[in-house]
T-cell receptor, first 109, second 115 residues
Framework: GQNIDQPTEMTATEGAIVQINCTYQ??????LFWYQQHAGEAPTFLSY??LDGLEEKGRFSSFLSRSKGYSYLLLKELQMKDSASYLC??????????WGAGTKLIIKP | ETGVTQTPRHLVMGMTNKKSLKCEQH?????MYWYKQSAKKPLELMFV???????ENNSVPSRFSPECPNSSHLFLHLHTLQPEDSALYLC??????????????FGQGTRLTVV
């Protein structure tokens, strides 16, 4: 079966750095998405990786290793507004999106 | 504001009621989706429409009935629901169905409670 694993919940301190991991076992791979979802709000697009390596976008970076079936989202200089759920999703060989359950990130002052 | 609007934001209904969820997008997208989001579970894809044609139905119970009258509007008609159907129902759109590698735009969802 297809599976996406992410930690259920993480806590970090304002101003610090946090890394949210995502591991996947899917039938094929055509890219990996990260979305951010604030409580009661719509998920919004953060990043898309299809090649190995690190892609940086401001305070957020996303890393992919296809050989390891692994990605992470790195958030730097954490702000209170970064408290949200972070969803990992993989595009499989049939171009279907397989979603993880999301990681709830709690930022403390 | 993502360009995808869902109404109502909250809905409480009895198991014998009939209600409808509405989704509207003005992004010029050709593909629209209904997802179910339950606490601590992955998003579940329910229905996919491309150019107003239903292209996927992921074994969703018949008490959920989608309707896509045009490329900008999507409805989810609900009847005789069960308490386990209580969840956040998200609508999303993307430019084209074949371009799954492009981002999807989500509405804020309808929080449904079945009593």
């Amino acid at each position: 079966g297809q599976n996406i694993d992410q930690p259920t919940e993480m806590t970090a301190t304002e101003g610090a750095i946090v890394q949210i991991n995502c591991t996947y076992q899917t039938s094929g791979f055509n890219g990996l998405f990260w979305y951010q979802q604030h409580a009661g709000e719509a998920p919004t697009f953060l990043s898309y990786n299809v090649l190995d390596g690190l892609e940086e976008k401001g305070r957020f970076s996303s890393f992919l290793s296809r050989s390891k079936g692994y990605s992470y989202l790195l958030l730097k200089e954490l702000q209170m507004k970064d408290s949200a759920s972070y969803l990992c999703a993989v595009v499989d060989s049939n171009y279907q999106l397989i979603w993880g359950a999301g990681t709830k990130l709690i930022i403390k002052p | 504001e993502t360009g995808v609007t869902q109404t109502p934001r909250h809905l409480v209904m009895g198991m014998t009621n009939k209600k409808s969820l509405k989704c509207e997008q003005h992004l010029g997208h050709n593909a629209m989706y209904w997802y179910k989001q339950s606490a601590k579970k992955p998003l579940e894809l329910m229905f996919v429409y491309s150019l107003e044609e239903r292209v996927e139905n992921n074994s969703v119970p018949s008490r959920f009935s989608p309707e896509c009258p045009n490329s900008s509007h999507l409805f989810l008609h609900l009847h005789t629901l069960q308490p386990e159907d209580s969840a956040l129902y998200l609508c999303a759109s993307s430019q084209d169905l074949g371009q799954v590698t492009t981002e999807a735009f989500f509405g804020q969802g309808t929080r449904l409670t079945v009593v």
